[in-house]
């Protein structure tokens, strides 16, 4: 072989060689670059995610509070209410024995009886009756527990849409 063949090959590997070694030294700096820019984006992202936890937890427990007061007003007001319906009514029957067992009677989904058993004196041996001061505190109480359910669909609506006021 020619002498000048083999220093030729030889300084060709060397530059094979050296350029792999550059070409792998870039490679590794990129990919280092790569591994912290992608380090920063999940710290900056764990951040924002941190902060969007905070400010719904903040919320929420700013409308559980809310929710909380109303709750225990409409229950003050229920129970001044239910308190005030034995001097404003006469205890006189209002629902005849039938009107009630039909009542009684009529299942809602779940199998439970929709209407509470009258708290009356019967009026005749077949049945009870349902007094107006029975009528008056089941109406007392149903409105109670209607603005209790409308004050808690209204705060999940408040969570799920957020007014200016939050």
Not at 36 to 45: D, G, V
Not at 145 to 151: G, L, N, V
Request: a neutral charge.
């Amino acid at each position: 072989m020619n002498p000048r063949l083999i220093a030729l090959l030889g300084a060709f590997l060397t530059g094979l060689l050296l350029a792999g070694f550059v070409v792998g030294s870039l490679k590794d700096a990129d990919i280092a670059s790569l591994k912290a820019t992608h380090a920063k984006n999940q710290a900056a992202a764990a951040d924002v995610a941190r902060l969007r936890l905070e400010e719904a937890v903040a919320r929420g427990d700013s409308l559980a509070a809310r929710l909380a007061q109303t709750e225990s007003a409409l229950n003050k007001k229920t129970l001044e209410v239910s308190r005030e319906i034995a001097r404003v009514t006469a205890g006189r029957p209002c629902l005849g024995a039938g009107a009630v067992r039909l009542l009684n009677n009529a299942i809602r989904p779940g199998g439970v009886a929709t209407v509470p058993q009258a708290s009356g004196q019967p009026d005749a041996e077949d049945g009870a009756v349902a007094t107006d001061t029975d009528v008056a505190g089941w109406i007392a109480n149903a409105q109670g527990q209607y603005e209790t359910c409308r004050a808690r669909l209204g705060a999940l609506i408040d969570w799920w849409e957020p007014s200016a006021h939050d």
